[in-house]
């Protein structure tokens, strides 16, 4: 079975939104075993959309779409499932069902513009929706690939795929090859120079059908390994080999990356039983807020101070004005001082602080728009660390945080618990 | 001039990376006048790559394309084109340069690997990259689109473009008709009902050639404008017409959504000369994140206390132990003192508090997932309000920091400075 998904939307055409539901059914159908190999993008425009589901249906089993289904003059996406099919729209009892229970629970009207959501092609079965009024819709028809309709909006989208397309999906798939994927992070090697380094390996490891893809990231390289195996076979000694032989060349640079950074972090940081607060200045809670992405993050993130401006530096975290005049907000000893002070404030185990310039106005001739200065408080020290990041304001900011917990990273992996 | 946009990449196909470099260069194409109708994003095959070049030759004048240009063996992209265009890849005295130049800024080598970075396909000229070793390339022959090839890195992107690409392009269209674009905001009418209030408008508008978008997004529906002007014609008159319907039907619900939320309220503030502080619980930092975002904010941006612990409430924000024990720290009473006491703490205009349940776990019968309490403090009153929002965990923080910004948009736009 080989998949293709199309997102549908004027929207995503002229770049207003970032599809970023492409990405999440192309991992969730590449984690229960069926290859994607083509995201398309096109606006609400019938002929566009079936245009793309014509030419997707030569050579793929199963089509995702998503966005198109709601209940204005510019959805297109079920005419266009109909006329792909060759099939009229008909009225779903089971979806006006679902429509009106979902509106009283509103405090809503069914009214007549919400009918057309309980009409569905005629080879399609609705999809329960738990969160709007747009029903889902699975579609086959003899001859044809099967085709998913879902939802635009991100969590109707997900809620419908989690509720009704996986487990059903799944079912048709468990007697295939599985597709499994390890990736690990090498921190502080240049892409090229892993891949000199590696090159042999890579050879051999290609041969023996393990796909091996670089994908630079800040200072730390991403390696993915990507292999197909039956579905009896455990994955575990393949990736036994594969570990042994980063281990053995880059020791500690190793780090598994199949979590997130702010995931892995909290990992560790849970399992050694310590907590974290940090101090942003540039970053303005951007660390924080990574930080907190992961479910759990209360066992170790007891939180932070956003000291955004001079005040709050003086006010929350006993920066001295005499440091600010002096050397300025952006410098080590600020770096030092939010780092050891936020640790003490919390009574936490680490605090980090970060300080520096984000851009695009601010620069200087000494202190240039990405210089940004990061202080790591432990128990026993507080190092300052000094990068010049390069790029727009995302970018700085991003790269910040990423640093941050990279060298959080280093001191967990490199140190056992002060305890 | 019409466009598309090919984005190349495993990891991309695969979803372990959001397409965000689709969105962007769709976006600046739309801005320049030039329309994209087509984002694909395929993997690092060669056949593939090459196959929606030529699909897309078809009806597209300009092909954008991101990612493949790596120094690695799964980077394809350079091979694709030179083999799309029928010509050899040849190497550039100029791409050697820049890459030895940036090399050297970096303390690094010259490898063998990177003097593959340095060959072009022979109708393509190489475009400087600051950020990296990979140039763009921009490529022409008589009787195919213009195919212009980026980096896949998002800052090296996005400087090409800056750069390099948009400078040329411009001068290219600049005597073709624009899309001009103009979205507004309409806060608590659902879509189906905006759209029965706006029908009869809305066929009047697509009449005179305006097209009309239903953008729902949590309890704000945006409406996208979008039409075609002659380079002379200003853009203001229709505005005009647009926006003073919409004013009439919905009076102050109605705001301008050109710029994101957050630079909206930032304008209003700064204009004002009011500031803000913020009192995170279940957001973590997301919310001081996303203020922070817009360039400039320090203006009215104060900062914030993370108070994602118990403790930290009680430390920071004065919330005693009693209220913890009886309500709860997701409470009307716990969002009040926050909200209230940070604006003391920070001596601002205004304080906002969140606390809430993001879940997936933590939730109870009575304050199940996604239950929300957001406090705006303002110079005369603390008002708390309570919200049930649906859907995973990003969804939650990022509805709970939205209501947060939308809330106190209704305050800015609803009375007039304190002082």
């Known amino acids: 079975m080989k998949g293709a998904i199309i997102a549908i939307g004027d929207e995503l055409c002229i770049g207003d939104v970032v599809n970023s539901n492409a990405a999440y059914l192309a991992r969730k159908c590449t984690e229960i075993g069926i290859p994607v190999d083509r995201h398309v993008t096109v606006g609400d425009n019938l002929e566009h959309i079936v245009a793309e589901l014509q030419r997707l249906a030569i050579e793929h089993d199963l089509i995702l779409t998503t966005g198109g289904l709601g209940p204005t003059h510019d959805d297109r996406t079920k005419e266009a499932i109909a006329q792909f099919f060759g099939v009229p729209l008909q009225h779903s009892e089971q979806a006006e069902q679902w429509i009106r ?14 009918a057309t959501q309980s009409t569905v092609p005629a080879c399609c079965k609705p999809l329960y929706n738990a969160y709007g009024t747009a029903p889902g819709l699975w579609c086959e028809k003899s001859g044809f690939p099967t085709v998913i309709a879902l939802p635009g909006v991100p969590a109707e989208m ?28 090498i921190i502080g090697i240049p892409e090229a120079e892993l891949f000199e380094q590696l090159s042999e390996d890579v050879r051999r490891w290609e041969n023996e059908g393990i796909t091996v893809a670089f994908l630079p990231s800040a200072k730390l390289v991403r390696l993915r390994f990507r292999w197909t195996a039956p579905p009896s076979v455990s994955a575990e000694e393949r990736i036994a080999d594969i570990e042994s032989v980063l281990r053995q060349r880059f020791g500690r640079r190793v ?55 001079n005040e709050a530096k003086k006010r929350f975290l006993d920066v001295p004005q005499e440091i600010l005049d002096t050397v300025g907000a952006v410098s080590r000893e600020v770096a030092e001082l939010l780092a050891a002070n936020v640790r003490t404030a919390f009574s936490s185990t680490y605090g980090i602080g970060i300080t520096g310039i984000a ?10 728009v990405g210089t940004v200065w990061i202080g790591i408080a432990t128990p026993s020290a507080v190092t300052p660390h000094l990068f010049h990041f390069k ?29």
């Open 359 to 368: 851009g695009p106005g601010g620069g200087t001739p000494q202190k240039p």
């Open 255 to 309: 780090i598994s990356y199949d979590a997130p950074l702010e995931a892995t972090i909290g990992t560790l940081l849970a399992e050694r039983g310590e907590t974290l607060a940090v101090a942003e200045s540039c970053t303005g809670g951007y660390l924080g807020k990574r930080i907190t992405d992961i479910p759990g993050s209360s066992r170790y993130f007891l939180g932070g101070i956003i000291v955004y401006s």
């Open 158 to 185: 997900r809620f419908i795929v989690a509720n009704s397309v996986l487990p059903e999906l799944q079912q048709r798939v468990r007697n295939q090859p599985r597709i499994l994927l390890r990736t690990y992070g």
């Open 101 to 114: 229970q979902y509106l009283t629970l509103q405090q809503r009207e069914y009214t007549e513009r919400q």
């Open 391 to 419: 790029g727009d304001r995302e970018t700085i900011r991003r790269a910040a945080t990423t640093h941050a917990l990279l060298l959080l990273l280093e001191q967990l992996t490199a140190t056992t618990p002060a305890t």
